[in-house]
């Protein structure tokens, strides 16, 4: 079984800054892509951003150049740095995974429970 464990959440000021740690464990083969989704409230969960295995990135226009996401392959696990962080980026932020469980599974999508993010003053 697979879990991906988010923390590192909590409130901050406008203009600080906060990083979250993603940790998948459990029955893990390999790893494709992690990544982080936000849901405010009243809004549809969106993508912040991912990293491939080799370390590949992509991001949501909103948070280039404020967010940087990296991995620890040899831990499985993920972060989001997160910098200038304004009010509008309060959300529950989502840890995602495309990982295979076994050598005979095909890829498959897990995610985590969610940390809450408030960006306050």
């Known amino acids: 079984q697979v879990q991906l464990l988010e923390s590192g959440g909590g409130l901050v000021q406008p203009g600080g800054s906060l990083r979250l740690s993603c940790a998948a464990s459990g029955s893990i083969f390999s790893i494709n892509v992690m990544g982080w989704y936000r849901q405010a409230p009243e809004k549809q969960r969106e993508l912040v951003a991912t990293?491939?295995?080799?370390?590949?990135?992509t991001y949501a226009d909103s948070v280039k150049g404020r967010f940087t996401i990296s991995r620890d392959n040899a831990k499985n696990t993920a972060y989001l740095q997160m910098n200038s962080l304004k009010p509008e980026d309060t959300a529950v932020y989502y840890c995602?995974?495309?990982?295979?469980?076994?050598?005979?599974?095909?890829?498959?999508?897990?995610w985590g429970q969610g940390t809450q993010v408030t960006v306050s003053s």
């Open positions: 995602n995974s495309l990982l295979s469980p076994s050598a005979r599974t095909s890829w498959l999508q897990y």
């Open positions: 990293i491939t295995s080799r370390g590949g990135t």
